[in-house]
C-alpha cells in the first residue's frame, strides 16, 4: 500500500508540475522545457544500459536459491559500467547540445542549448540513482523507492519548479527539475548499502556472474531505450514538425496517461521481484496466480482513472491554460487504448523475469518502428492527434504481442475471475453513469461530477464485496514477503 500511496503522490505532483510550467511560462517556453526533458531522460535511460531489470533478476535469484555471496559481483557488474557510460554521455549532450537545438526547434533563441547543457550534466547523478533503487528492489525493499523516488525528488522539483515560475526565469527550469536527483542519488546509494550489509556474505569471485549479468541485461538496454523512446520520443518529433507550443499541448494532454503508468508501475515494481523468486523456482501456478492477481490491480488503479479521464478531458485540460484543450481528441484515444494494454497486465516484466529478454528486445523495437513512422508519416497532417495514433498503435503492438507470447511460450495469461470483476466494475462504476450522462445530453461539470460521485461510491462498495475475488489484502502484506528486511 505505501508504494501505491507513493505512486499517487508521484503523479499527483507530475501533473502539478505540468500545470506550474503551462500556466507561468508561454506555450513556446513550456514545449521547449518539455523536449529537453524528454531527451535527458531518454539519454539517462541509454547510460543505464538496462541495468535496472538485471540487477532485481539476479539480485532476487540470489535471495531465492541463498546465493547472497554472489551480490557484490553483480553490483560492480552494473554501477561501474553505468557511471561510466552516464559521464561519458554527459559530456557528449553538453558539446551536442547546439546540434540537438537545431534539429529540434528551428531557429532556437538559445533557450534549448542552454536548458539541455544544464540538464547533461545531471546525467551521471540519475543513472546512480535509478540504478541504486533497482537494487534495493533486487534486495525485495521497495520503501526506499517509494520514498526517494516517489515522494522526495518529485516534491522538491514541484518546489523549486514553482519558486522558478515565481521568478520568471525559465533557464533556471533545468536546474529546478534535475536538481533534486543529487539528493536522490546520495540517498539510494547509502539504502542499498545497508542493504547489501545487512544481507550479502563476502563475494568469491564473480567473472562467471558478471558474464551471466551481461548476457540476460544487453538486450534489455536496448529493449529499455526503445521503451521510454516511446513515451517521449513523441514529444521531441512535434516540437521538431509542428513547434514547441504544439508539444505543450500534447505534453499537457498525454499528462493523464502517464499519470496511470505511474500507478501501473508502482504495481509492477512491487510485483517483480516475487515473480523473480516464482520463475526461479519454476513454481509456475504460482507465477499465474501472482500475474493474474497484478492485472486486477491495475485495472482497479488505472482504468478508473482512464475513464474519468476521457469524460472530462475538455474540463480538465482547460485547467493548463488558453489553447490546451484541443487535445482533448489526444486524451480520447490514448486513454481507450491503456484500456486494452493494462488489461493485458505487466507483460513485459513477465517477460525479463522469465529471462526471455530478447524477446521484449524486439516487442520494444518493433513498436518504436512504428511508433516513429506513424508519427512521421502523421503529425505533418494531423499534429498532435496524429502522434497520438501513432503511440496507441504502438501501444497495442506492445502489449499484445508479448500477451501472445507469455500464453505460447509459458502457459500464463491474465485473464481469470479477478480480471474480468475489477474490469466490469471500473466500466459500469466510470463508464456507464458518466456515459448516460453524455448519451441524454447532459454533460456539464456538474452532471459529469455528480455521476463520477455516485460511480465511487458504487466502485468502493463492489471492491469491498469483491474483496476475496480481488486478494485486495494481498497488498496490504505483499511488501512483507520478502526474505530480506529493509533498514527503517
Not at 545531471?122 to 520514498?147: E, H, K, N, Q, W
Not at 536546474?175 to 542519488?185: K, N, R
Not at 499465474?288 to 485540460?317: G, H, S
Amino acid at each position: 500500500m505505501l508504494n501505491i500511496g507513493g505512486a499517487v503522490l508521484a503523479a499527483a505532483v507530475n501533473v502539478l508540475i505540468v500545470l506550474v510550467i503551462t500556466r507561468n511560462f508561454s506555450p513556446t517556453t513550456a514545449g521547449i522545457f518539455f523536449s529537453v526533458t524528454s531527451v535527458f531522460l531518454i539519454i539517462e535511460t541509454v547510460a543505464k544500459l538496462g541495468t535496472s531489470t538485471g540487477l532485481v533478476y539476479f539480485l532476487s535469484r540470489h535471495r531465492a536459491l541463498e546465493q547472497s555471496h554472489r551480490d557484490l559481483s553483480v553490483l560492480k557488474a552494473a554501477l561501474i559500467p553505468v557511471l561510466t557510460v552516464a559521464v561519458l554521455s554527459s559530456v557528449a549532450l553538453v558539446f551536442l547540445a547546439p546540434l540537438i537545438a537545431e534539429s529540434v526547434v528551428r531557429g532556437d533563441p538559445g533557450d534549448f542549448v542552454i536548458l539541455l547543457q544544464i540538464a547533461a550534466v545531471f546525467i551521471p547523478v540519475a543513472a546512480l540513482s535509478d540504478s541504486c533503487l533497482a537494487a534495493t528492489r533486487g534486495y525485495g525493499a521497495m520503501r526506499s523507492t517509494v520514498r526517494i523516488d516517489r515522494v522526495i525528488r518529485p516534491t522538491l522539483q514541484l518546489l523549486l519548479i514553482f519558486a522558478v515560475a515565481v521568478l520568471g526565469a525559465a533557464p533556471l527550469l533545468s536546474v529546478a527539475w534535475m536538481g533534486p536527483y543529487l539528493p536522490a542519488a546520495a540517498l539510494a546509494g547509502f539504502a542499498l548499502y545497508r542493504l547489501y550489509r545487512r544481507s550479502s556474505d563476502q563475494p568469491a569471485g564473480g567473472s562467471t556472474e558478471v558474464g551471466a549479468f551481461w548476457r540476460f541485461t544487453a538486450p534489455r538496454a536496448v529493449a529499455s531505450v526503445a521503451q521510454l523512446a516511446l513515451q517521449r520520443l513523441d514529444i521531441v518529433l512535434v516540437a521538431a514538425i509542428r513547434g514547441p507550443a504544439e508539444a505543450a499541448v500534447y505534453t499537457a494532454a498525454t499528462r493523464f496517461l502517464v499519470v496511470g503508468q505511474l500507478g501501473a508501475q508502482a504495481i509492477s515494481l512491487a510485483v517483480q521481484p516475487h515473480l523473480g523468486v516464482h520463475l526461479a523456482r519454476e513454481d509456475r501456478a504460482e507465477t499465474n496466480n501472482l500475474y493474474r492477481t497484478a492485472t486486477a490491480w491495475l485495472i482497479l488503479m488505472t482504468w478508473p482513472l482512464y475513464l474519468l479521464a476521457v469524460a472530462f478531458a475538455p474540463y480538465l485540460l482547460g485547467v493548463f491554460g488558453t489553447g490546451y484543450a484541443e487535445g482533448a481528441a489526444v486524451v480520447l484515444v490514448l486513454c481507450l487504448t491503456m484500456l486494452v494494454a493494462t488489461g493485458c497486465g505487466m507483460v513485459d516484466v513477465v517477460l525479463n523475469m522469465a529471462g526471455r529478454t530478447s524477446w521484449n528486445l524486439g516487442n520494444s523495437l518493433l513498436a518504436l518502428t512504428v511508433n516513429v513512422t506513424l508519427n512521421l508519416l502523421l503529425i505533418p497532417p494531423l499534429g498532435i492527434l496524429g502522434a497520438a495514433i501513432a503511440w496507441a498503435v504502438a501501444i497495442l503492438v506492445n502489449n499484445l504481442l508479448p500477451l501472445a507470447q507469455i500464453a505460447w511460450a509459458l502457459g500464463l495469461h491474465p485473464f481469470g475471475t479477478a480480471t474480468r470483476t475489477a474490469a466490469v466494475l471500473s466500466l459500469v462504476s466510470f463508464g456507464v453513469l458518466p456515459g448516460i450522462s453524455r448519451t441524454v445530453g447532459v454533460s456539464t461539470p456538474w452532471v459529469l461530477g455528480l455521476a463520477t460521485v455516485l460511480g465511487g461510491a458504487l466502485f468502493v462498495w463492489g471492491c469491498w464485496r469483491q474483496r476475496e475475488t480481488l486478494a485486495l489484502h494481498s497488498l496490504r502484506t505483499l511488501r512483507s514477503r520478502r526474505p530480506t528486511p529493509e533498514p527503517a
